[in-house]
């Protein structure tokens, strides 16, 4: 292999609860007839800039995990190690300290996120062989409005009625004060995969790992790179990058499939023909 071809270790967080999925494995959940995890990898495995693939699941249930998973993800080369207990920071980092030596880059990808278009993907891994961390994101289109604590109904809403039969068998409305429309002017939403040098990743987790680097008000990794002063740039996601949160992305998700299926069938992307995207370049300084 050329000394100075891109070798990159893919990192699949998978020790989350699906809390908000109902108590169901949202990672076990078929997609057209497989898995969410298994579509997940196989967005990773077969790329000619991937040299491993890292799975970081639950350690509490690493056992079972591997029973379930272990012959499949064997067959398409992929590591199971033990991911944190708690925080997301902790599964990633141990996931990163099975990263080989030889990979020259890290890319953290959501394991529920199954259905990145291979457009996208190439994009950031592009993009990521000239700047050091590269995160895919869209623009914001939707009104965002800042909520504050829940709204009292007012007295004169009231039914007189209530104070005589209670509240009993009445729908409960629950509303909250807006106090702030949010301009959306620069706001984008960050998807995965997050893609960096694979030495400045880790100096961000061991300052997470030694007390430097605070992670309260951290959410993804390349806030955690950010907070070291170092640029993170954007390239353009995928508006079809759904990450299966609750179980009404299921359907979605399946649907962004048979697109990507028919772009592929005619020879172009999801979104049909070629296309040319700018990058944006973020910092602390911004």
């Known amino acids: 292999m050329d000394e100075h071809a891109m070798r990159v270790a893919v990192i699949l967080p998978a020790a989350g609860r699906s809390r908000r999925f109902g108590g169901q494995a949202k990672l076990e959940v078929e997609l057209a007839g497989r898995a ?3 579509r997940a990898v196989d967005l990773f495995a077969k790329r000619p800039e991937v040299s491993e693939v890292i799975i970081a699941a639950d350690p509490d249930g690493l056992d079972a995990f ?3 998973w272990g012959d499949q993800l064997g067959f398409l ?6 991911g944190g207990r708690a925080e997301r920071w902790e599964t990633v980092q141990k996931a990163i300290d099975a990263v080989s030596d030889e990979a020259t880059h890290i890319a953290v990808h959501d394991a529920a996120r199954p259905v990145a278009d291979a457009q996208m993907i190439k994009r950031v891994f592009a993009a990521a062989m000239k700047f050091e961390a590269v995160i895919p994101a ?3 289109t939707a009104t965002i409005k800042r909520l504050g604590e829940k ?4 007295a004169e809403s009231a039914d007189p009625l209530d104070a005589i039969l209670g509240e009993a068998g009445k729908e409960e409305i629950e509303a909250w004060q807006v106090m702030q429309t949010v301009p959306r002017e620069g706001l984008w939403m960050v998807q995965t995969p997050q893609v960096f ?5 880790r100096r961000a987790y061991q300052q997470v790992s030694n007390g430097t680097l605070a992670t309260d008000q951290i959410t993804d990794d390349a806030g955690l790179v950010e907070a070291m002063g170092q640029q993170v740039v954007a390239v353009m996601g995928d508006p079809m990058n759904v990450k299966i949160t609750v179980p009404e992305d299921v359907p979605f998700a399946e649907a962004v499939l048979r697109v990507h299926r028919a772009g592929a069938a005619g020879g172009e992307d999801a ?3 070629k296309r040319k995207f700018p990058t ?3 910092s602390d300084e911004d």
Do not use: F, H, M, N
């Not at 040098?197 to 990743?201: N, P, Q, R, V, Y």
């Open 271 to 273: 979104l049909g023909g």
């Open 138 to 140: 869209v623009p914001v």
């Open 77 to 82: 080369g992929v590591k199971v190690v033990a």
């Open 36 to 38: 969410v995890l298994l």
């Open 197 to 201: 040098k694979a030495d400045l990743l």
């Open 151 to 154: 709204a009292e109904v007012p």
């Open 280 to 282: 944006w370049a973020e």
């Open 66 to 68: 591997k029973l379930r």
